[in-house]
Structure formats: C-alpha cells, structure tokens
C-alpha cells in the first residue's frame, strides 16, 4: 500500500483536502496550526488501496516547533507527496515546493484556494508552472471539491524531477523570482470593507475593544444557547423519562441493583443530582446539564476558529501573554481548553520552545476549567447566584495571572518572540461548523459516558466499602482545617480525577453554605488534571517535567484554598 | 535612509533593503515572505514594547518587536 503525504505551509487547507480525499473527518480551521499531529486515512484508487497521511503545516524543512518535527517525520515515510499550495501565496509557498523536489520524491503539486485567487486578482499560468517545476499542478477548491477528481486521476503523474537539483537558500530564492515572473499576474485590487475591519481588529487602539466586545459576546451566546438547549429541549426529554425510571425503580425494590442504578430516592422522588445511580445521575449529568453547553460552545469555538479571528486575539494578547512566558498565540491553547484541556494541552505543540509548552499546558490545568466542570458549576451554584460564579472565575483568573507570573521566574529555558502569519478573513462555512461541532460533541461523548458510567459506580463501591469515610477522616485536617470544607468533600476531590462535572455534582448534597460551595469547586479546578488531561500531559511533558506541574499545582491548590476560606468564611 | 522597521510610523510604506541576525532568523522571515526588494507595510505597532503588525503583498504578519528591529528597510523618496 501506498504511503501519499499531504505537505505544505500552514493554513493552506490540508486538512479539508485530506478530508475530501479520504471522507475521514478532521478538524479544520482558519489559523495556522490546528492540525499539530498527524492523521491517517484510506482512498481506494482502482483496485489499490492508499494510506492517506495529513501533516502538520510547515513553512520548510527545517523544523521550529514539535508540529514542523511532525510534518518531516510524516515526510520521511511518504511514497508520494500531494503538495498543497495556497494559490494566493504561490510565491512564499514555492520555496518549500522546491525543497520537497529536491529531495527525489513523487510530488504532485495541488493549488488551493484556486477561487479565492481569481477573486483576488491573481492569474497563475498552470501550463507554465508545470513546465518550470516538471509536475503535474492542479487547481482546486478544497472547501467546494473543485478539481479533486483530476486530482486524484493524476496522482500517477507525480514524479520526481531530475531537472531540480539540490539548491542553496539563495539559488532557491531566484529560482521562484523567475517562476513567479514567468507564470503569475496580479492584478491590483482595491482595499474591501474587510481589509478595513482586518486592521481595525488588530491595531491596538481599535482591536482590544473590538476584542472584548467578541469575547463578551461569545460567553453570552454560549450561555444562552446552553440555557435555551436546557430549558426547551433537555429538561422535557428527562421529564418524559422519569416515569420511565420511577418505574423501574419500583419494579427494582431495594436491594443492590437499585442503588446501583438508581441510587437513593431523595424523599422517595428521583433527584437526578444527587441519586448517584447509572441511570439516574449517570445519565443525567452528561447529557441534561453539560451536553447542552458543549453544544453551545464548540458552535461558537468553530465560529470563531473559521473566520480567522483568533491569530488576531494571539496578537493583540502577546504582549501579556510574554510576561507569563509564553507569546500571544499561548491564548489559542487556552481558549480549546475551556472546551476540553485535552486539546487545548496538545495545541501548546505549535508554541516553539519546551519552556513556553510547559507554562502554556500547566496553566490550562491549573486555572482553566472545561465546559463539562462549568456547565455544573452554572447549574449548581448559578442556582445561588450569579455573584458566586464569578468568584469561581474571578479567583482561577487571579490564579491563571500569577502562576503565569511565577512560572515564567522559576522555569528555566527561552521564551522566543511570535511570528504568526494573520490569515484573510473568511466567512464560515456552515456545513464545516456543523461538522466540525457534531465531530467534537461526538467525541465528548465517547470520552465522557464511560467515565461518568465508571465514576458513578467507583462512588457507590466506595462508600458501600466505608473507604470514603475512613478517607474523610486522613484529609480532614486539610479539607476541613485548612480549606474550611466539610470532610466528605474529599469523595469528590478523588473522583475529580476522573470526572470534573460530576465531581462537582457529588458536592450539593454537603449541605454546604454557597461561600464553600465556591471554595471546593475553584479547588476542584486548581488541585490536579482529570485523568485525560495527565495522561496528554505525561506523553507531551514527560514525567519529569509531568511531577514538576503537579506539584505546583498541589502547592497552589493548598495556598489558594486556605487564603479563599480566610477571605470568603473569615475563618 | 535606511531604518529598522520598528522606526517606520504606522501607516508607512518602505522596501526591505536587508535582513539582520542570524541565518535561522533571516530563513524563516523570507519563508513567510518578508524577503529584500519587497514592499512591506507597518500595519501596527503595540505598545509596551509589544509586536508589529506588517502587510507584505496583502499578507498580514504578526512578528515581535526584536525581530522586527533585524528587519532593515528604506522609504522611498
């Protein structure tokens, strides 16, 4: 079987070509870097089969961050190369065309954003370019599907051509100087409302504002999609359930599969938070209250990813974001992680140097809750007010700046500056954003179902064993001392490891006052990774520098949750 | 006159006359286009020591100030 690369510089559309070639869905968006691994899929051609292996972006073969390592490794294993250009950027985009060339392997050159560049007035001789590179080059729509089928009807056509011999830097620059003025026009285009807006939204003065208008809008559009999926679709569902489980209920009696199903009736109704059954809490935790907001945020995540908005964001936070040891694009790992820490930590791999991932991976475990944990925390103590959850956010953005501050001190290594290529603005496509969402809330629920399911019963064992109270009683000296928390608030800090949100379920029946409620479910962000984020932290980091962030986050957990309960309880 | 691009008022038009710094430095600035003989625009330029925001041939590009300071132009008269 056939190994075929997709190669080229970042966000030129390799993944939306691969997902053509391949119909495998990936995530694609509009900023350099969303992909950071590679992917692998199958095309049939004729009889044959061929593996399909999409690479991350890189502008040439020397590698300058751990996504461009990569694309080399993906490059060394390639059979041949389908070289993806941006055909609005021919020119930069050559160099690494010459590069692949003259390393003797089958390329075929595809030219993407072939419709973009007729609009913008570039004519590019494609008779000619295949002439001077001695390739078969083809123009295509990646995001319509122009041009695949003679994509792939020429495949076999890749070659390596022995005209191009290996090149100095140099030599490579007046090579493209001479393609480019032999085979490309442009023709001059006036400024659009959209290069107006491009430029307003990243000057200082215009674009910070315009920053915090976008954010603004983007938490209340998630909230109120959130709320709205809840309210008119969720809730009505599990009220049309609950006759269902009422009844299995009682055609359970008492008796151990009813406590392991059901859990306790709470004044003999079904409390759907605190029962602790599979069928009961199990179910409705992941779907009534936290599927709804992963709905509603990676809807508007996808928004914002396609229309280019983010490098945008990157740059106007640089200059913060330096003294936390990072540059501005460290804000693009953070915003994924808000989804899930999983890939806002793998994201951290476009940033260049070991210390800038460390910072950028440690802070989102320590400071940055998902949308799982914040659903709950909107639903519980949203329910008490508002006030109490902003403290939660207050109090972890408080956390996210300092230990920013304090890690850039303590952690040894360069921070380089950024050097972010802004891309055009483009409008979303609309099936893209529904994929790309349907494609994320899948994968939450193939990672979160079985967890809650595992959670739910791992408590039931283990408190029908009497481990949570001999437990409660090593912590308390902590928990209730230190952090002013009733003792079993331990239970739910151990099954926090596993599952966030319904950590932060198993905290309503303590009983406790709202000001504690704010306490244990900041610290529930702040003390440790769930079980998800160690993991793609301990493959990213290593497990040196693995132990290194969690102690630091053991150790601000500890002076966090103390100075909250002096502060809060004013105890 | 030649002049950093850093120097350049927001809003000017200049060509690169040369690259400075080291040749991994200078590598990755053309590969991104910013490259001798092109005209490059100073989009914008944060403040507190923050980054510059360049147009080169309708691209726009982030790059920090240091790196920015390597990049030598000349405005034309």
């Known amino acids: ?571 | 006159m030649e002049q950093p691009l850093t120097s350049l008022e927001t809003g000017t038009l200049a060509v690169i006359s040369r690259l400075e710094g080291g040749h991994r430095f200078q590598n990755k600035m053309r590969v991104l286009g910013i490259r001798e003989q092109k005209t490059i625009r100073l989009v914008a330029k944060h403040p507190f020591d923050g980054p510059v925001v360049v147009d080169v041939e309708g691209r726009e590009m982030t790059i920090g100030r240091r790196m920015a300071g390597h990049i030598i132009t000349a405005v034309p008269e």
């Open chain 1, 1 to 571: 079987m056939k190994k075929i690369v997709l190669m080229g510089n970042p966000n030129v559309g390799k993944s939306v070509v691969f997902s053509r070639l391949t119909g495998a869905n990936v995530i694609t968006s509009n900023y350099p870097g969303t992909t950071v691994d590679f992917s692998k899929g199958k095309m049939c051609l004729g009889k044959e089969g061929h593996e399909i292996i999409d690479a991350p972006g890189t502008y040439s073969l020397e590698p300058s961050n751990k996504a461009e390592e990569v694309a080399l490794d993906m490059f060394g294993q390639a059979d041949l190369v389908i070289d993806v250009a941006d055909a609005t950027n021919l020119e930069r985009n050559l160099y690494l065309t010459l590069q692949l060339l003259e390393q003797k392997k089958p390329v075929i050159l595809a030219l993407n954003m072939w419709d973009e560049a007729r609009h913008t007035g570039i004519g590019i001789d494609l008779r000619k370019l295949e002439n001077e590179l001695h390739i078969p080059v083809v123009p295509t729509v990646a995001l319509s599907g122009e041009g695949f089928s003679d994509l792939v009807h020429r495949l076999d056509e890749a070659r390596s051509p022995v005209e191009i011999e290996p090149m100095t830097e140099s030599e490579r620059w007046i090579k493209i100087g001479e393609i480019i003025g032999n085979v490309q026009q442009v023709t001059h285009r006036h400024h659009t409302l959209w290069d107006w807006i491009s430029e307003a939204s990243i000057r200082p003065l215009t674009g910070v504002p315009i920053a915090l208008g976008a954010i603004f809008a983007a938490l209340w559009l998630v909230i109120f999609i959130g709320e709205t999926l809840i309210t008119y679709i969720f809730d009505p569902l599990f009220v049309l359930y609950t006759p269902i489980v009422m009844a299995i209920s009682t055609w359970l009696g008492r008796g151990l599969l009813h406590a392991l199903l059901i859990g306790q009736l709470i004044d003999g109704q079904i409390d759907y938070i605190q029962s602790m059954g599979l069928l009961t809490t199990g179910i409705y935790v992941p779907f009534a209250m936290v599927l709804p907001y992963i709905i509603a945020f990676y809807s508007v995540l996808a928004v914002f990813e396609d229309t280019g908005y983010l490098p945008r964001l990157a740059t106007l936070s640089d200059t913060l974001f330096h003294r936390f040891g990072m540059h501005g694009f460290g804000i693009i790992p953070v915003f994924l992680g808000f989804g899930c820490n999983v890939p806002g930590v793998l994201a951290a791999r476009s940033l260049e140097t070991k210390k800038q991932r460390f910072i950028a991976a440690t802070l989102i475990a320590i400071s940055v809750p998902c949308m799982a944990k914040n659903a709950m925390v909107f639903g519980i103590l949203g329910s008490f007010g508002l006030v109490y959850v902003i403290l939660v956010f207050t109090t972890l953005f408080l956390v996210f700046v300092s230990s920013g501050l304090i890690l850039n001190r303590l952690i040894k290594g360069d921070s380089p500056e950024i050097c972010l290529e802004i891309p055009p603005y483009r409008k979303p496509d609309p099936l893209t954003v529904l994929k790309k969402t349907w494609m994320r809330i899948r994968w939450f629920l193939k990672e979160a179902i079985p967890f809650v399911f595992f959670g739910v019963l791992i408590i039931n064992l283990l408190y029908a064993v009497g481990f949570v109270d001999w437990l409660g009683g090593i912590f308390a000296p902590v928990i209730q001392g230190w952090f002013g928390l009733p003792q079993e608030a331990t239970t739910a800090l151990l099954i926090g490891f596993l599952r966030k949100d319904l950590a932060v379920g198993m905290l309503l029946p303590l009983a406790m006052s709202p000001l504690q409620l704010v306490i244990a479910t900041t610290l529930l962000t702040i003390y440790f990774p769930c079980v998800g984020t160690f993991a793609v932290m301990f493959r990213e980091l290593g497990i040196r520098d693995m132990i290194k962030a969690t102690a630091f986050m053991a150790c601000t957990a500890f002076l966090v949750g103390g100075a909250m309960r002096l502060v809060l309880l004013g105890i």
